[in-house]
């Protein structure tokens, strides 16, 4: 008898840990998918902040998924109308001045984008951070106001992505991610997330400022502004297209 | 009587804001362009030369609708200095525009040149296959970063740095987009004589992650064939263009070829390497020939080079964000050992605003001394708007 009740308890243990599980990578899911959406259309500043100068960037964004994306720079003048496509692993870059469209090598999807604390791939592809990882529900906490959960995100053994942990924490009502701390391999605080502005953004509750924050670099952060956001736009896959480049304005 | 004044300019004023206003809502035109000043020191073993070049482009571009555009670009120079003394008919020099019709005008005094071209001046019309240009315009066929033997209507020289936007070409294209990346295109441009015509097609197409073109016609005199391509082995990039010229008049058949690869590390190290062989070129031309390379005259996808063989290198790498130094170099195999080398740095002032330092230097062996042949240095400011 006392076998059994000690069986039962194991297995409940085991039942609401492996629900546990399942909510926090359900969570995990939903916010991914709000900000998402199947395809979407938007408009942001990218902001390069130094402690000495500053550089913005205006873009537009069209994306299907995580494959196919196409990004045109709208301001300042000097690169304006420059366009970048990418077509699941292949990446071309068209330059107006010269009308040409240049294939880029796969490798420069690793540098950082315009001198910003992302990398080209950051910004295009993202690893997905609900496949690549195992999710677990760390604790409740208190965000401007907002009511959130702690998540832990440790990779996946064979995941090919750069973090040794993610810690994030969304919002309870509206999933939204309000902070993440990324750790390198060694357990390493290396940059802190921070999302702010939530408001309505192509209908959804958003968060419309995200401020990447190196920590190793004090003075440093890379403040992505949207601005609109549009999922109502059926962007196709015949979208990315290199005849398109040339048309979006 | 003051008053109603006062009414009549309010009157105008919001009418005029609003104008404004709906232009900014729905503007189906835009203007653009920069200014640059390019100072450049040409050194000679007793003197140093100094010039100076004031350059400014206009790019207005109108959309009517939503299948028409309009391009009208105006390259407007103003060159003073040294070199404009010392040379008789400098204007001869920079008036280089070879194309059907001649849209440039120029003033010239002892030490003062103004030139003004329009550069490109077009309509295109489109829809979701078809794109139709006709008008002076930039027909780009190249993939290469240096040298271009598919570039059949506007070959550029890469030693005409300040010229990024490259010559344009009277002509009429017509593009057929088969594909997301595929697309035929026919082209054909304006000459009083049909040996100046260049008449060509090109078929581009994707497969197996690598963009593919081949291209027929007849370039000038010659009967031209040529396939180009762009794909990556690896994580490097992998490009390349073949043209092959048969003359239908006189003279022997030539090929040029070339390939590339490039490669671009995490930290913004960035390196291309590159070959052309071209098979109408000398193994060992002479010097003036060599030195030639930098004559502002136009080059053609058949002699992009004097020599034979060309290999070339670049560097490049971000020191600061808004720093970047670089380095090409384009070495030519044969028994002289000439030596190009084109060091540059580039700093990012403001958004708009850009300084780049540039050398060109060009070493060949003469009477058994192998030394700098030209010695140039550049100092460039580019503000844009």
């Known amino acids: 008898m006392k076998n059994i009740s ?97 294939k880029l090598p796969p490798s420069m999807m690793m540098q950082s984008w315009m001198g910003s604390d992302f990398t080209n791939d950051d910004l295009i592809k993202e690893s997905s951070i609900v496949e690549d990882y195992e999710h677990s529900i760390e604790g409740d906490s208190v965000i401007s106001g907002r009511s959130c959960w702690k998540i832990q995100l440790i990779p996946k053994p064979d995941a090919a992505v750069v973090w040794g942990q993610i810690n994030t924490w969304v919002d309870k009502v509206d999933f939204i991610e309000l902070r993440t701390e990324m750790y390198d391999e060694d357990g390493y605080l290396i940059n802190e997330v921070l999302f702010k502005e939530i408001k309505l953004l192509g209908g959804r509750m958003l968060a419309s400022v995200m401020e990447y924050l190196p920590l190793d670099k004090e ?31 | 009587m003051r008053k109603i004044r006062y009414h009549i300019l309010f009157l105008i004023l919001s009418i005029l804001s609003f104008g404004v206003k709906a232009q900014e809502d729905e503007k189906n035109w ?27 482009r206009l790019n207005f571009k109108w959309f009517p609708n939503d299948h028409l555009n309009v391009h009208f670009e105006v390259r407007n120079r103003i060159f003073w200095g040294e070199t404009i003394k010392e040379i008789p008919n400098y204007g ?11 849209l440039s005008v120029m003033t010239e005094n002892k030490s003062l040149l103004f030139h003004s071209m329009i550069d490109r001046a077009f309509v295109e019309w489109y829809n979701q296959k078809w794109e139709v240009r006709f008008g002076r315009q930039r027909i780009n066929w190249g993939i290469n970063l240096v040298w271009n033997p598919n570039d059949l209507f506007n070959a550029y020289s890469f030693f005409d740095f300040d010229y990024e936007e490259r010559p344009g070409s009277d002509a009429l294209r017509i593009k057929r987009y088969t594909g997301v990346a595929s697309s035929l295109e026919f082209a054909v441009n304006a000459a009083d004589d049909f040996d100046e015509m260049v008449i060509a097609g090109l078929w581009k197409w994707n497969k197996w992650s690598y963009d593919v073109q081949v291209l027929t016609g007849k370039t000038q005199e010659d009967i031209t064939f040529g396939f180009g391509w762009a794909g990556n082995i690896k994580t490097a990039g992998f490009k390349g263009e073949v043209t092959y010229f048969i003359p239908y008049t006189t003279g022997s058949e030539s090929l040029l070829a070339t390939i590339m690869a490039d490669y671009s590390f995490q930290n913004s190290l960035y390196l291309a390497g590159s070959f052309l062989y071209s098979s109408g070129a000398d193994v060992n031309p002479g010097l003036q020939q060599s ?10 996808a058949k002699n992009l080079s ?67 042949q030209a010695k140039l240095v550049f100092l460039r400011a580019k503000w844009s708007f």
């Open chain 1, 6 to 102: 000690a069986a039962l308890f194991l297995i409940s243990i085991l039942i609401v840990s492996c629900s546990f599980g399942q909510n926090a990578k359900e969570i995990i899911r939903k916010m991914d998918q709000k900000r998402r959406g199947e395809s979407a259309t938007a408009a942001m500043t990218i902001s390069i902040i130094r402690p000495t100068w500053r550089r913005d960037m205006d873009i537009k964004t069209w994306s299907n998924g995580t494959d196919y994306s196409l990004i045109l720079v709208t301001s300042p003048a000097r690169d304006k109308g420059t366009v970048f496509l990418k077509r699941d692993k292949e990446i071309w870059n068209w330059l107006p001045s010269i009308e040409r469209n240049v």
């Open chain 1, 219 to 249: 003075g440093n952060k890379t403040v992505i502004t949207y601005h609109e956001v549009n999922y109502d736009a059926k962007v196709g896959t015949d979208f990315f297209s290199l005849q398109n480049m040339k048309r979006v304005r």
């Open chain 2, 30 to 56: 835009w203007i653009r362009g920069y200014v640059k000043d390019l100072l450049s020191m040409n050194i000679a073993d007793d003197s140093i030369n100094f010039d100076n070049l004031i350059h400014n």
């Open chain 2, 92 to 102: 001869n020099l920079i008036d280089t525009n070879d194309d059907y019709l001649d």
């Open chain 2, 291 to 300: 030195v030639n390379l930098f004559s502002q005259e136009r080059l053609t």
């Open chain 2, 306 to 372: 004097p020599f034979r063989y060309a290999s070339f290198l670049q560097v490049s790498y971000s020191v600061h964000p808004l720093v970047i130094v670089s380095a090409s170099t384009i070495y030519y195999p044969n028994k002289r050992d000439p030596l190009f080398i084109n060091p540059g740095i580039s700093f990012s002032m403001k958004p708009n605003f850009d300084i780049d330092l540039i050398s060109q230097l060009y070493f060949d062996r003469h009477l058994d001394d192998y030394e700098a």
